[in-house]
């Protein structure tokens, strides 16, 4: 039972832009906290963006002023808009879904993004 499903992904040159979505089953989306996460080769997952039921972003330090994370209720998506990218931002990105109480109810499989000239 697939809930969550990146897609936009893809290779840019920095300072270049990309958008990712994450659709969701609605039975997850509603009323739940969206987020991005990303994970980098021997790295840890770490929270990139996240955005309540109410539209409410929060952002980690490193894409403060150049990601922006949107959802749209009426379709159960969730975007992560990715602007300046630089090469540090290489990672697998993953869409997660959570209760307002932090519980994870479900990942994406996850979709590549490369940052190279």
């Known amino acids: 039972q697939v809930q969550l499903v990146e897609s936009g992904g893809g290779l840019v040159q920095p300072g270049g832009s990309l958008r990712l979505s994450c659709a969701a089953s609605?039975?997850?989306?509603?009323?739940?906290?969206m987020g991005w996460y990303r994970q980098a080769p021997g790295q840890q997952r770490e929270l990139v963006a996240r955005?309540?039921?109410?539209?409410?972003?929060n952002y980690a330090d490193p894409v403060k002023g150049r990601f922006t994370i949107s959802r749209d209720n009426t379709k159960n998506t969730v975007y992560l808009q990715m602007n300046s990218l630089k090469p540090e931002d290489t990672a697998v990105y993953y869409c997660?879904?959570?209760?307002?109480?932090?519980?994870?109810?479900?990942w994406g499989q996850g979709t590549q993004v490369t940052v190279s000239s």
């Open positions: 609605g039975s997850i989306f509603s009323g739940n906290v």
């Open positions: 997660n879904a959570k209760t307002t109480y932090g519980i994870t109810l479900s």
């Open positions: 955005i309540d039921s109410g539209g409410s972003p």
